[in-house]
Nanobody, 119 residues
């Protein structure tokens, strides 16, 4: 199983970006998925998560500007980020609780995608 995060880049303050996290491989089901970020010199923090049924959860600090969604048919999760601020600059990564065909169910991590908010 592989998770591929994409969509990062450089954006001006107030701008928007949409990140994608695609799961591929011998997948039976993709359960909970989540977005995390890690800024330079800081610990990794949760941005939010989404269940297979589409229920989302966000830490209070992330509510309002970030929206997580998913396409179960394509095994893709999205992170829509609006009104971006310089403090949102970080490497954004994703994880997913995946049941594989003829194998164990466990969490997988994708590589990060860099988001830089700068004028």
């Amino acid at each position: 199983v592989q998770l591929q995060a994409s969509g990062g880049g450089v954006v001006q303050p107030g701008g928007s970006l949409r990140l994608s996290c695609a799961a591929s491989g011998s997948i039976s089901t993709v359960n909970n998925m989540g977005w995390y970020r890690q800024a330079p010199g800081k610990e990794r923090e949760l941005v939010g998560s989404i269940t297979s049924g589409g229920r989302t959860r966000y830490p209070d600090s992330m509510k309002g500007r970030f929206t997580i969604s998913r396409d179960n048919a394509k095994n893709i999760m999205y992170l829509q980020m609006n009104n971006l601020k310089p403090e949102d600059t970080a490497v954004y990564s994703c994880n997913a609780d995946v049941a594989v065909v003829d194998g164990p169910r466990r969490y997988y991590w994708g590589q990060g995608t860099q988001v830089t908010v700068s004028s």
